[in-house]
């Protein structure tokens, strides 16, 4: 930030403005328009027990939701009509990510959105993640902003941290993103992430909680089903195994920052 001389001068004048927020790192503006829309997007087969959590968290942070579904038979249907923020659910039938991706992108910008995040039925984000930390973010300079997970392990208090899952716990997973006309969607049927957006990114402190992995019937059955679906990298599904000896966990503590809740 400069100390002296005309952009400093410059600088805490607009400050001074209605219309501008300055943020010293980075030298960022914000100009304080309209309220952003923010539209939510996920893939959905059989996402009972967790999905009506997701979609309760999830409806308190998006303008609007839109699902496909990819042939629940587990009643996951009879729930979306308890939540008015799911606007459309499309269907598809076999496994394929991408494709179904793709087509949730597609569909959503139909609807205009300012913004677009992507979140799978088992996810949740922690509970003091509000919309008003995200209009924060969305009315930033920055193209994208990032999301760690933590991957609960066969319990629903606890994650795993290791080899693997060290890695994965650090790394950012999930993105909530500008909407931009280049934005599309890795072709793979399995783990497509999104691509064509911009570089500014923001990791956010608050973390999201994966539940994928915290029945042990579940982990059984995602393993063989990896196994079966990308069978020429089987090494890659390694540390899913769940008889593994080396498993490494830690209880998870909500993140809570009363300066950025206030």
Request: charged fraction near 30%; charge should be positive.
């Amino acid at each position: 930030r400069p100390r002296s001389g005309f952009k400093e001068i410059l600088l805490r004048a607009l400050t001074k403005l209605p219309a501008f927020r300055y943020y010293g790192a980075g030298m960022h503006f914000m100009f304080r328009s309209n309220r952003q829309k923010l539209i939510a997007i996920m893939r959905v087969k059989n996402g009972l027990p967790y999905i009506r959590d997701s979609f309760l968290k999830l409806s308190s942070l998006a303008d609007e939701i839109i699902v496909v579904d990819n042939g629940s038979t587990d009643g996951t249907e009879k729930i979306y009509g308890d939540f008015p923020k799911i606007v459309s659910v499309l269907h598809t039938e076999g496994y394929d990510q991408g494709r179904d991706s793709a087509l949730l992108l597609e569909e959503a910008k139909k609807r205009h959105p300012d913004w677009l995040i992507k979140i799978d039925q088992d996810e949740i984000f922690e509970k003091h993640l509000t919309r008003k930390v995200l209009d924060r973010y969305m009315r930033s300079s920055y193209d994208k902003i990032q999301f760690r997970m933590c991957n609960f392990w066969m319990s629903d208090r606890s994650f795993r941290i290791d080899r693997h899952w060290f890695v994965y716990t650090l790394k950012p997973q999930r993105t909530m993103w500008r909407n931009v006309s280049g934005a599309y969607f890795t072709p793979i049927k399995v783990h497509g992430d999104i691509e064509g957006i911009g570089t500014r990114a923001y990791i956010s402190p608050f973390r999201i909680k994966h539940y994928g992995y915290a029945d042990e019937r579940e982990v059984r059955r995602k393993f063989q089903m990896y196994r079966e679906l990308d069978s020429e990298e089987m090494a890659r599904y390694t540390h899913l195994n769940p008889d593994s000896p080396y498993i490494v966990r830690l209880t998870f503590l909500e993140f809570k920052n009363r300066t950025i809740n206030t």
